[in-house]
């Protein structure tokens, strides 16, 4: 019985999906382009009225930096994606960071961006720790961009690369990386 009720639910799935692509292929380019962000919109908003984002943020805060200062991984929350990042300075031309870009742009930057808070850091006052906010939507891009300032010249080290897929952050590379200027 228990078979038969999962050869139910495929069945109903591959239909839906069928009953989806058929739609979508009848649609122009120019509908398609509007339909998609449409459907990210929505994605959104729901994702904003979905939480109590300052007591995610506050927990955030709390467990999201490793020993040295820097932001963790993020990590799905809800319907949040919740996106640490940190810069840990002794001198104003030298410090560690550890940054989240979001399909190509710093998670600050982001069109996807719910809302974002930062905080001094703990261990000294020329750095600070922030916590960002952004929807899960299928397909998003995440580099965790590491890098650090040595005599006023940024260099990227090292960018883990993740993609949200089926609801989960998944990694898809990691690289070690010599680029000047990351981050401004």
């Known amino acids: ?94 410090h560690r960071c550890r940054f989240v870009s979001v399909d ?11 809302t974002e808070t930062k905080r001094p850091s703990p261990e000294n006052d020329k750095g600070f720790r922030a916590i960002a906010l952004i929807p899960v939507i299928e397909g998003t891009a995440i580099d965790i961009v590491t890098g650090k300032m040595r005599s006023g010249l940024h260099k990227a080290e090292k960018v883990v690369s993740f993609e949200v897929k089926g609801g989960q952050l998944v990694e898809v590379s990691q690289r070690m990386i010599s680029v000047e200027g990351m981050h401004s």
Not at 106 to 114: E, F, Y
């Open 104 to 114: 190509q742009e710093w998670v600050w930057q982001s069109k996807q961006l719910i």
């Open 1 to 94: 019985m228990d078979s038969e009720s999962n050869d139910s639910r495929r069945d109903n799935a591959m239909n839906e999906s069928a009953m989806w692509s058929f739609f979508i292929e009848g649609l122009s380019d120019t509908e398609l382009q509007t339909l998609h962000s449409e459907m990210q919109h929505e994605i959104l908003q729901r994702a904003i009225r979905s939480g109590d984002h300052e007591s995610i943020i506050k927990q955030a805060l709390e467990i999201a930096f490793d020993r040295s200062g820097l932001g963790v991984n993020p990590w799905i929350e809800g319907k949040f994606l919740v996106c640490p990042g940190a810069l840990v300075s002794k001198s104003a031309g030298n």
